[in-house]
């Protein structure tokens, strides 16, 4: 049976609508935390490379190289949009 999660009595629209806009004091951590972050971004992204290849093995053909480097790649690309994006 699949669960699908329905708002009820607007608490979820009023969570995205707080995760929007945080306080300052939420904001200036997630920067903060974020540029902290960005030098480890590489590793991170191994790192989730690893475990999502793990999980789901055919995200690459084991017969060819260039396809894992292009899930490696992907990933990185990925994490470091996220933090910079958090970051600046």
Same mark, same amino acid.
């Given at each position: 049976m699949e669960r699908v999660m329905r708002p009820t009595s607007g608490v979820l629209q009023a969570s995205a609508e707080a995760a929007a806009s945080p306080t300052p004091e939420? &904001? &200036? $951590?997630?920067? =903060?935390?974020a540029q902290e972050l960005l030098p480890e971004a590489e590793a991170m992204a191994d790192l989730i %490379?690893? =475990?999502a290849l793990e999980q789901e093995p055919r995200l690459a053909d084991p017969g060819d190289p260039s396809s894992l480097e292009s899930v490696t790649h %992907? $990933? &990185?690309d990925n994490v470091g949009a996220i933090l910079s994006m958090l970051a600046y």
């Open positions: 939420v &904001a &200036a $951590t997630i920067k =903060r935390l %490379s690893s =475990r %992907s $990933t &990185a």
